[in-house]
């Protein structure tokens, strides 16, 4: 029994290897910037105003392992910049605190108490035809807000710090947020997708309409 227990770890623990081998580590640059100052405080928020930190929000993101020792605490001071008192928000992405990585929090509107959740390395899987329009806003874009069109409903995949994938459907408001900070990690801001909204057409459904909406295999 002992002997099946030990092979079964050591299974998983191969498995974990594999799934993240093609992740990178954090560079050096990338972990000056993590570890700069006092790391009990907030990272700061990268602005448009500023021309390299700029440059920063258009570049794409890449995956990071998530089992890699600083993740932690990169979550923890991007949350406090994500829930600074002065500018509270729902969601922030790596590249908004200059770190091009697959990462962001988001808050999951759809689970009881609404928690904050840190997602590695989020890929969508499915996305659904029917849109909900919405206003959104941006920590990096002070002041300045719109009306996006999004994705109703998604089918969704993500690493948790413990190293664990998860797969998950998100509707509504959760749905948003997750496709706004996604956005993000390839380097597109919401005032690209208006601009890019501007001549699509948005059709209301019939008054009395019901729709259902059912997961989507892989």
Known sequence: MRLLHYNFLVLMLFSLLIGHAGAQEFTPVEKQLILEGDTSAMLRVYKITIQHELEVLLSESTDIN?????????????????????????????????INRNVFWLQRFDKPGSPFEFLINPVILKSSVLTRRGGEGCLSIPDERGTVLRSYALLVEYHTLDGIKHTDMLEDFTAVIFQHEYDHLRGILFTDRILNQQNELALPLPQGMELLLRPTEK
Do not use: E, H, W, Y
Not at 68 to 96: C, E
């Open 66 to 98: 998530p089992l890699d020792p600083l993740l932690p605490l990169l979550s923890k001071r991007m949350f406090l910049a994500m829930r600074d008192t002065a500018n509270p928000g729902v969601g922030i992405a790596g590249p908004q605190v200059g």
